[in-house]
T-cell receptor, first 109, second 114 residues
C-alpha cells in the first residue's frame, strides 16, 4: 500500500517554513525522505527508524511517529534550492521502499 | 567512486521491440533496486537484488520484464515486446547491505515507446 503524502503541492516565499506529512496504513519499519529536482534522480535526505526519533540537521529535519504510522518533514527558513518534489518511502526489513506520490515544493524569492 | 551509472540515458523504440537497460551500482553496495517512474508520480518498485540473487519482484510486473545481476555486479533490465504503457523513466538504485540505509539513485533511462 502506497503511503499518502500531504499536501500535494506548496508554494513558499524564501525564509518561510513548511511541513510535509507522510502517512501509512501499514506498520512502519523505516521511513526515507528524498528530494527530486526536475529531470534529475531522487536524492536521499534522511532515514528514520522505529522509535519516534527526530533526525536532521540545521534547517531540514524529520520526525517518525510509529504509533500514528506517520512521518513529517520540516523545512525551516526555506531557500530557493529547496524547490523540488519531496518523496517519502516506507521501508521493510529488506530495505525495499514503497514511495508516496510526492509533494511539489516551490520556493519563490 | 562515480555513483550509480545507467545506460542508455534515453531510448526510443517501436512498439513490439525488445529493449535492455544497464545499471552499474556503487561497487561496495550489495543491494540493487529497479524502479519505474512516470510523470508526476513516485517511483514504483520493480525488483530487488541482494548480490546476484533476485529476492523480490513486484507482482505488478508482467512476464515481459526480466532482470539479472550476474556475479553481483552490474544489472540489466529487459523489456520484451514493448507496449506504449511501458514508456517511463527506469531508475536503478543501490544501497549497502547492512541495515536500513539510504538509496543512491542513478540518473535513469527514459524509455519512449512509439
Amino acid at each position: 500500500q502506497q503511503p499518502v503524502q500531504s499536501p500535494q503541492a506548496v508554494i513558499l516565499r524564501e525564509g518561510e517554513d513548511a511541513v510535509i506529512n507522510c502517512s501509512s496504513s501499514k506498520a512502519l519499519y523505516s521511513v526515507h525522505w528524498y528530494r527530486q529536482k526536475h529531470g534529475e534522480a531522487p536524492v536521499f535526505l534522511m532515514i528514520l527508524l522505529k522509535g519516534g526519533e527526530q533526525k536532521g540537521h540545521e534547517k531540514i529535519s524529520a520526525s517518525f511517529n510509529e504509533k500514528k504510522q506517520q512521518s513529517s518533514l520540516y523545512l525551516t527558513a526555506s531557500q530557493l534550492s529547496y524547490s523540488g518534489t519531496y518523496f517519502c518511502g516506507t521501508g521493510n526489513a529488506g530495505n525495499m521502499l514503497t514511495f508516496g506520490g510526492g509533494t511539489r515544493l516551490m520556493v519563490k524569492p | 567512486d562515480t555513483g550509480v551509472s545507467q545506460n542508455p540515458r534515453h531510448k526510443i523504440t517501436k512498439r513490439g521491440q525488445n529493449v535492455t537497460f544497464r545499471c552499474d551500482p556503487i561497487s561496495e553496495h550489495n543491494r540493487l533496486y529497479w524502479y519505474r517512474q512516470t510523470l508526476g508520480q513516485g517511483p514504483e518498485f520493480l525488483t530487488y537484488f541482494q548480490n546476484e540473487a533476485q529476492l523480490e519482484k513486484s507482482r505488478l510486473l508482467s512476464d515481459r520484464f526480466s532482470a539479472e545481476r550476474p556475479k553481483g555486479s552490474f544489472s540489466t533490465l529487459e523489456i520484451q515486446r514493448t507496449e506504449q504503457g511501458d514508456s517511463a523513466m527506469y531508475l536503478c538504485a543501490s544501497s549497502p547491505l547492512t541495515g536500513p540505509s539510504g538509496y543512491t539513485f542513478g540518473s535513469g533511462t527514459r524509455l519512449t515507446v512509439v
